[in-house]
């Protein structure tokens, strides 16, 4: 939300929201919320969770983290895009009832899947609109492979890919990684800024934009996870 009421052309998004931790109803109304205040430039970036004694601790059902984020995913979708949202489902049951703020983005804003196994492809195609394979688990050409199935599968289902996004995140601050997942066909690299006070994190960024930009000119993407 700071950096929404911060900038005008900055892409915002999660990297990586752990979906089935958190309450849905709510969640829904951070989701519409951020994306009311930064004029529908939010972008959802989701995922299961890794650590099984936090999920545990949060309500998550282990074994069936993945079903219960699609449920959770499918709850908050109701809730942007009706007037009266209701639900009913294993994970999550609510009856008739309205939730505001609507998304800026229609019909909301994209949703990126987390998850580096040919389960993602899936999950996209059910409840996504886009990926976010991480650097430093997955190929340069399980990458580009996956892109071209979804490519594929979204046209026999009848979807726009041209909605489709594919964010790379963890990539490393180097020119050849940067030129490698572009290859592979990313929209988008998201760098890990390390957790350093503020001058120095400022001098980090700088020295990025200097370092890696000129090599991208306009096809470059801003954005801020």
């Avoid at 020119?175 to 980090?204: C, K, N, Q, S, Y």
């Avoid at 960024?205 to 930009?213: G, I, K, R, T, Y």
Wanted: negative net charge; glycine residues 8%.
């Amino acid at each position: 939300a700071a950096a929404a009421g911060a900038t005008t052309r900055l892409r915002l998004g999660t990297s990586i929201a752990l979906v089935p931790e958190r309450e849905p109803l709510v969640m829904a109304k951070e989701v519409a919320t951020l994306d009311l205040v930064s004029g529908g430039r939010f972008e959802f970036g989701v995922g299961a969770g890794w650590l099984r004694e936090e999920g545990e601790i949060l309500g998550v059902n282990w074994t069936r983290r993945w079903a219960q984020t699609r449920e959770h995913l499918l709850a908050m979708k109701a809730c942007w895009g009706e007037e009266i949202a209701e639900f009913h489902g294993e994970f999550v049951d609510f009856p008739p009832l309205y939730s505001d703020p609507k998304p800026v983005q229609d019909p909301h804003p994209p949703i990126l899947i987390a998850g580096e196994l040919r389960h993602a492809a899936d999950r996209i195609l059910e409840y996504g609109d886009g990926w976010m394979p991480r650097y430093d688990r997955t190929s340069l050409e399980h990458m580009a492979a996956t892109r071209a199935v979804l490519a594929e599968r979204f046209a026999a289902a009848g979807r726009d890919f041209s909605r489709f996004t594919m964010n790379v995140f963890r990539c490393p601050p180097e020119l050849d990684a940067l030129h490698h997942v572009a290859a592979a066909g990313a929209d988008r690299a998201l760098l890990i800024l390390p957790p350093v006070a503020e001058p120095e994190a400022l001098e980090t960024v700088s020295a990025w934009a200097e370092q890696l930009l000129p090599a991208f000119g306009s096809s470059v993407a801003p954005a801020v996870g």
